[in-house]
């Protein structure tokens, strides 16, 4: 059943509070919010998440002390904060995984609670609001350089994907063997299912499919070809009862030749590498 103990994945407590807020042993000023940035490799996102939540602090207190609200005005921002603090409580009381059904439960909830927070800053005096404006719009210009930075090293890195497509046949069945999912570039496993790109764009069908899942509304006209049961683990494909059923082969992180021996010789070939990705094809 969907919501028996079997079928849920929990994260403890003290897990779920290092990955929404890290005091390391420096301080303060390089508090980590590693759910709500971590995109960039040198933490450099960092900055603006920090800079909003102190913007959101000074706020805050700046009109707490220059005005008081009406018995409504007050009702309204505890009606916010109470919406905070009940998203913040999911994300720590929610499964982080209905096996089969939803990935990354009480996550999502990590991003709604840090909005629902700024949200719960008062309203402030006009000449006020109008440097609070101002003071936000400049996290944005924080945020700004290291994200481009990083996706515009994120898409000279990943247009190999594109040259491997290229060199693929019609209607290819590829298979992914990424043992290297991650990026120079940005962080998180970008690549994990980066043969669904090269399969996509020859009109063709790969090995992972969220059509596999039971939640997902789409499915295969027919049998869906065999593979190993982890994409995280593709060590554990079988050349005869997995690896025969397809025609290309999407590598990262390992030597073909070592990946598929004597295959090589006889049933495979490279038919593009660039950079860390090669396209083996069956001749």
């Known amino acids: 059943p969907m919501l028996s103990p079997q079928n849920l994945s929990w994260k403890s407590p003290t897990q779920n509070l290092a990955e929404l807020v890290t005091v390391p042993p ?9 759910m709500l940035a971590g995109m960039v490799p040198d933490g450099s996102d960092q900055r603006a998440v920090r800079l909003v939540f102190l913007l959101a602090i000074a706020a805050t207190v700046l009109a707490l002390t220059r005005k008081r609200d009406n018995a409504e005005g007050v009702v309204a921002r505890w009606r916010i904060v109470g919406l905070a603090g009940i998203a913040l409580a999911l994300y720590f009381a929610l499964p982080f995984d209905i096996r ?3 990935y990354y439960l009480n996550t999502r909830f990590a991003h709604l609670a840090a909005a629902l927070v700024v949200v719960c800053v008062p309203v402030l005096e006009q000449r006020w609001a109008r440097l609070a404006t101002v003071a ?14 990083a996706f515009s090293a994120f898409d000279a890195e990943s247009r190999a994907l594109t040259t491997l497509a290229e060199a693929a046949g019609p209607k290819p069945k590829v298979m992914g063997l990424v043992f290297k999912p991650g990026s120079r570039a940005v962080t998180h496993p970008v690549y994990l299912h980066s043969s669904c790109m090269v399969a996509r764009e020859r009109g063709g069908l790969t090995n992972f499919s969220f059509a596999l899942t039971p939640h997902s509304p789409l499915m295969y006209q027919g049998a869906p070809p065999p593979t190993f049961a982890s994409e995280w683990r593709p060590d554990t494909m079988d050349w005869r009862t997995q690896g025969s059923q397809y025609d290309h082969f999407v590598v990262r992180g390992v030597d073909p030749n ?3 021996g004597p ?16 396209l083996v094809r069956r001749r």
Do not use: H, K
């Open 100 to 102: 089969g059904y939803m």
């Open 263 to 278: 295959l090589m010789q006889s049933e495979l070939y490279v038919a593009a590498q660039v950079g860390d990705f090669t």
């Open 26 to 34: 420096t301080g303060l000023t390089d508090v980590q919010f590693p």
């Open 258 to 260: 070592r990946l598929f």
């Open 136 to 149: 936000a719009a400049v996290t944005a210009l924080v945020l700004a350089p290291p994200l481009w930075s």
